[in-house]
């Protein structure tokens, strides 16, 4: 698996498919305790990225996947991340990407946006009107604390938080770090992102179901020429509804 070093020091793990093509390639950052491969190639999204002769990326976020997992929080946060993407298309040496983030990634890609002109087309998608409201995912839905919580409890059952409790069983489902998870979860982003300064073309995706994504027309509105599209499925199931694949295919083509 491909890999590069961060300016900070730790290795981050990345994936490719297609071949190199005349259109930028397609950049993929995964949600909260995900990875490239569960977020993006076992819903079949890369394939028919490929399909559509697009070269794909799939990087694994800092604390997930095959990429370091250190434990200190001051390795954390979304901004962060997004300067692991800019770092990411200086390794790659490409001129441009399109960039979507899903959940926690779409934080990551807005932020990015925001701030790195090399960003041509964006989607955030698994994210609503909670972005303009506290700055990051949706944490009305279920407070950061209730996630870290989770995450360290020494057993499930001991879990108080009902939202919360999801997190952990995936956590355990795929054996991922829970410190490591638990070192993000403490650091979320939460303070306005300058939406204002996203030159890129923009699509909010969200699935009708999904609590942590409600009125994605009211993030789209807060970013100049922003569109917002919903499909079905909730927080989990979106991204395997066949249109959350097409809308990508068919954005990222115009």
Known sequence: MPRFTTSDGLSIAYQAWG????SPPVVLHHGFSASG???WKA???????VAAGRKVIAIDARGHGASDKPH???FY????????VSELIDHLAVPTIDLAGYSMGAIVALICASREPRV?????????????ATGGVDTRHVPSAAIVEALLADAPATISHPAALPFRQFADAIGADRRALAAQASVVHAQPIPLDRIAAPTLILAGDADPLAVHPDRLAAAIAGARALVVRGDHRTAVGDPGFAAALVTFFGD
């Open 43 to 49: 819903p079949g999204i890369v394939d028919a990225l």
């Open 120 to 132: 041509r087309r964006l989607v955030a998608a698994g994210v609503g009107e909670g972005v303009v």
């Open 72 to 74: 200190d929080a001051a």
């Open 77 to 84: 946060g979304e901004a962060r991340m997004a300067q692991d």
């Open 37 to 39: 491969l569960i977020n």
């Open 19 to 22: 071949e190199d093509a005349a």
